[in-house]
C-alpha cells in the first residue's frame, strides 16, 4: 500500500489512509480509525492544501479517492477535494459550502459512482443556492486514468459538467 497523510483545518496530521497498489489487496483503501481529530463522515482530503485555490476560484471540484484528487491538482486543478472513499454527507456539503459557492462532482464512472453522485441530490435539493455541478465519465472512467490517459478530453469533459436535474435525466 502506499500511504496518505490526513491533514486537518490546521495542517497537522490527523490520520492517514493506505491504498492498495494492486487489485488483490482489497479493501481498495485503508483509513485509519475514527478519532478525536479523525472523523471520516467529516474529513476532506486534500482541503487543507486547496483552500487557497478554493476560496479563489469559489469553486471546488470533489472526486471519490485520494489518487483521483491528486491526479486532478497535479493536470492543475488546484481546487480538487476527495471525500475519501465514503459516502458525500451533509456535513462535507456544510463544510464546502463555506468554501465555494459552486461545487463540481467529478465521480467515477461506474455504477458505484452514479449510485453516490444520485445519494447525494436530496440534500443539494434542499439548498437550492448551491451550484451543483456533476461530470459524466464512461462506465471504464476514473478521474485519475482519464487524467493520465487524455487531459483534453478529461477537460473537455469537465466543461461539460451538468446541473444536478440535467444530470439525473442522463
Known amino acids: 500500500r502506499i500511504i496518505f497523510p490526513f491533514y486537518g483545518d490546521r495542517g497537522d496530521i490527523?490520520?492517514?489512509t493506505g491504498r492498495a497498489l494492486t487489485n488483490e489487496n482489497q479493501p481498495k483503501y485503508l483509513n485509519s480509525p475514527e478519532t478525536i481529530l479523525f472523523h471520516k463522515s467529516s474529513f476532506i482530503f486534500g482541503l487543507y492544501q486547496a483552500k487557497s485555490?478554493?476560496?479563489a476560484a469559489r469553486r471546488v471540484y470533489v472526486v471519490e479517492g485520494q489518487v483521483d484528487c491528486l491526479s486532478c491538482v497535479q493536470a492543475g486543478l488546484l481546487n480538487t477535494v476527495a471525500v475519501s472513499g465514503t459516502a458525500f454527507t451533509p456535513r462535507h456539503?456544510?463544510?464546502?459550502?463555506?468554501?465555494?459557492?459552486s461545487l463540481i462532482f467529478i465521480f467515477d464512472g461506474d455504477q458505484a459512482g452514479k449510485n453516490a453522485a444520485l445519494r447525494i441530490m436530496p440534500d443539494l435539493v434542499a439548498l437550492p443556492?448551491?451550484?451543483?455541478?456533476?461530470?459524466?465519465?464512461?462506465?471504464?472512467?476514473d478521474p485519475d486514468s482519464?487524467?493520465?490517459q487524455d487531459q483534453a478530453q478529461f477537460f473537455s469533459l469537465i466543461e461539460k459538467h451538468l446541473d444536478w436535474f440535467d444530470y439525473i435525466l442522463q
Open 53 to 55: 485555490s478554493i476560496k
Open 146 to 148: 482519464l487524467v493520465r
Open 129 to 141: 443556492e448551491t451550484q451543483a455541478r456533476f461530470v459524466l465519465l464512461a462506465p471504464d472512467q
Open 93 to 101: 456539503l456544510e463544510i464546502l459550502r463555506r468554501q465555494a459557492d
Open 14 to 16: 490527523v490520520g492517514f
